[in-house]
T-cell receptor
Framework: GNSVTQMEGPVTLSEEAFLTINCTYT??????LFWYVQYPGEGLQLLLK?????DKGSNKGFEATYRKETTSFHLEKGSVQVSDSAVYFC????????????FGAGTTVTVRA | EPEVTQTPSHQVTQMGQEVILRCVPI?????FYWYRQILGQKVEFLVS????????KSEIFDDQFSVERPDGSNFTLKIRSTKLEDSAMYFC?????????????FGPGTRLLVL
């Protein structure tokens, strides 16, 4: 079946450090890929998405590129801030008539001043 | 910017009681969803709803669960007889399109505690 594997956390960084969160997927075909973020005490917010191979999603300084050859969608940010402290979820939706998002386990990121 | 809202934000109930979780999806969206996240675990899909009927449901969504769109704006999840293991954060989501082209927007969640 379709599944998402995320780098396990927690991840602790200093401000202005480089952040990478690895995400790989297993799916037959070409899913759409998403990163969602959950700030403390809040719900899930869409951070970025990519719907086809080689697409790059970007938002708030975060980027992720849909790599078909490695079935990956790693999240990166060049210089993190304390306000980026959150739980990050990689997710996929498979087919055009599929309804459910399949989520990774989530990676907790803490950025220290 | 339009957003999905959910009420209540927290609910505590006794085992065996019925609970109804409420959601107001984004107004021009056609597809509605419920997910849950048990503490420390993955976000799991429960059910999707379109055109006044369930379009897909997971094996978690058994006979104790039901969904309804009672009017043009609300979308509800009912748990008929709660169990301890129903304690979780429940997220409502909506999307304008389905599948790979549809981006699902989530509400802030309802934290349900069953005692």
């Amino acid at each position: 079946g379709n599944s998402v594997t995320q780098m396990e956390g927690p991840v602790t960084l200093s401000e202005e450090a480089f952040l990478t969160i690895n995400c790989t997927y297993t799916a037959t075909g070409y899913p759409s890929l998403f990163w969602y973020v959950q700030y403390p005490g809040e719900g899930l917010q869409l951070l970025l998405k990519a719907t086809k191979a080689d697409d790059k999603g970007s938002n708030k300084g975060f980027e992720a590129t849909y790599r078909k050859e490695t079935t990956s969608f790693h999240l990166e940010k060049g210089s993190v801030q304390v306000s980026d402290s959150a739980v990050y979820f990689c997710a996929l939706i498979f087919r055009s008539n599929d309804y459910k998002l399949s989520f990774g386990a989530g990676t907790t990121v803490t950025v220290r001043a | 910017e339009p957003e999905v809202t959910q009420t209540p934000s927290h609910q505590v109930t006794q085992m065996g009681q019925e609970v109804i979780l409420r959601c107001v999806p984004i107004s021009n969206h056609l597809y509605f969803y419920w997910y849950r996240q048990i503490l420390g675990q993955k976000v799991e899909f429960l059910v999707s709803f379109y055109n006044n009927e369930i379009s897909e449901k997971s094996e978690i969504f058994d006979d104790q669960f039901s969904v309804e769109r009672p009017d043009g704006s609300n979308f509800t999840l009912k748990i008929r007889s709660t169990k301890l293991e129903d304690s979780a954060m429940y997220f409502c989501a909506s999307s304008r399109l389905a599948g790979a082209q549809g981006t699902q927007y989530f509400g802030p969640g309802t934290r349900l505690l069953v005692l």
